[in-house]
């Protein structure tokens, strides 16, 4: 089939890669000239593994142009634009753009599938604005993985009002043979903000279950996630505690819903809560530094790794930098080093041996696989492992620290 993809950040760029790889012909609309220049010149602007050698492979069934022109032939087009939460809202601004600028181009019967991550309501405003049959097909990839969760998804949700356009679109994704979910338009929206508060309600749970731990001694986080892992109707995943959730979507998507809800009357409490309990990660690693060397004005704390997870260069609303941030306002000198990830917020150094060499404090705060196996290199310095990857009985009792680790063992 043609296939359009507007927005090229890693949703598009996946989503493109990945259909062009099953044999579409596909072509990705971006606003962005420098981007799409990059990727005409085979660059792609992001780190995503295996993404590099999908566009290389498909360069001939994946174009990239800044003209919405080029959607006149398309069958299917996937608005995968940014929503970014503005003052705590949804904004959508940059879907209904895209809507009203593919409008004049598209065919009688094309199908408009919005991917990007809206508000319930959102979908069938584009369906308004293009006259066209539009599925609300919300995207469930994590970065890192961004590829193999695209061609092997947990599930495919499909919101549709016409059967014959969700069909379409069901049979296009067919070949993830995964369990696939037809919904109303607004179902699916809202399952895509219901999975994510979830899983970041998961992650504070289990972070507060750690401050605890902290202070009862002779415990550890990592047991009673394990242990209440193995229920299953736990299930084991996503109680890793540490410096809180980070990215381009938990923060922005948990505070999107929970106003979205205070607009129509209802308040998602536990929602609020996961937030709040985030939102207080960055001090408490601060605090726990401090408790550790004393006051950190004119000390030089190192922070390994920056990016908000591993395998990614993605520092959106990196917990990292937070930290860094925070550390900054209150003078310490704060250097920093990561494999992938880049800023100018802190002075960035080209080894986590310089990194640590030249700290008086360390954390860990990304858990890249290259911090494992380190302790050695800790030796004499103040650690905090924010990501626990140390073994801490490898580690001095005195100096060294570990979200969910009690302080007395
Ligand atoms: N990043 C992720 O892991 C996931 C993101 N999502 C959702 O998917 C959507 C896209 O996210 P990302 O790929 O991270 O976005 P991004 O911010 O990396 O990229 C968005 C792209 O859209 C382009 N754009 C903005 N307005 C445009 C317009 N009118 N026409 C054409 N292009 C335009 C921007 O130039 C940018 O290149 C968001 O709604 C996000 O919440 C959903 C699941 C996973
Ligand atoms: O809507 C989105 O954009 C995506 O958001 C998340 O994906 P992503 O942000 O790429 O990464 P995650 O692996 O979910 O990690 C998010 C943050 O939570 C933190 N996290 C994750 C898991 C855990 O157990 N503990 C924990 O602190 C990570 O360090 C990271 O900062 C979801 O996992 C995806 O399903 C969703 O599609």
């Not at 022109?69 to 949804?90: C, H, M, R, W, Y």
């Not at 049979?171 to 979830?198: G, Q």
């Not at 009862?216 to 009673?224: A, E, G, M, W, Y």
């Not at 394990?226 to 938990?250: E, Q, W």
Request: charged share 30%; glycine share 8%; proline share 3%.
């Amino acid at each position: 089939m043609r296939i359009g993809v507007v927005g090229l950040g890693v949703v598009g760029l996946v989503t493109g890669a990945v259909l062009a790889d099953q044999g579409h012909e596909v072509v990705g609309v971006d606003i962005d000239q420098n981007k799409v220049k990059g990727l005409q010149c085979n660059r792609s602007p992001i780190y995503e593994p295996g993404l590099d050698e999908l566009l290389l492979k498909n360069k001939n069934r994946f174009l990239f142009t800044t003209d919405y022109s080029a959607l006149k032939d398309v069958d299917i087009v996937f608005i995968t634009v940014a929503t970014p939460t503005v003052e705590g809202k949804n904004y959508i601004g940059y879907v209904l753009d895209a809507a009203k600028t593919m409008k004049p181009y598209l065919k009688r019967d094309a199908i408009v599938v919005v991917k990007s991550t809206v508000v319930p309501g959102t979908s069938r405003k584009v369906k308004q604005i293009v006259e066209r049959e539009v599925v609300a097909n919300p995207e469930f990839l994590k970065e890192g993985s961004a590829v193999i969760d695209t061609i092997k998804p947990d599930r495919i949700v499909i919101g549709s009002d016409s059967k014959a356009a969700g069909d379409v679109i069901e049979n296009l994704w067919s070949f993830t043979k995964t369990v696939v979910l037809r919904t109303s338009i607004e179902e699916a929206e809202m399952i895509k903000y219901a999975a994510n508060s979830f899983l970041a309600t998961k992650i504070s749970f289990i972070n507060e279950i750690a401050n605890l731990c902290e202070v009862i001694p002779n415990c550890d986080v990592n047991t009673i996630a394990k242990a209440i892992g193995l229920d299953k109707r736990i299930a084991p995943y996503f109680l890793n505690a540490g410096l809180g959730y980070g990215g381009s979507c938990f923060p922005k998507d948990t505070l999107a819903f929970a106003s979205f809800a205070r607009e129509l009357g209802e308040e998602l409490k536990i929602v609020e809560a996961a937030i709040k309990v985030n939102e207080e990660r960055p001090r408490r690693a601060v605090k726990i530094m401090e408790e550790l060397l004393g006051e950190l004005k004119g000390k030089t704390i190192c922070i390994l790794g920056i990016a908000f997870k591993p395998n990614t260069d993605d520092t959106r609303e990196s917990v990292a930098l937070k930290i860094a941030k925070l550390l900054v306002d209150i003078g310490a000198n704060v250097i920093a080093y990561d494999p992938k990830a880049k800023t100018s917020l802190v002075e960035m150094v080209s080894s986590k041996e310089e990194c640590v060499k030249r700290s008086d404090g360390v954390i860990i705060a990304t858990e890249w696989d290259e911090f494992r196996g380190i302790e050695h290199m800790l030796k004499d310095k103040a650690v905090l492992d924010g990501r626990r990857v140390l073994d801490p009985n490898k580690m001095s009792r005195s100096k060294y620290r570990a979200i969910g680790l009690s302080k007395v063992r």
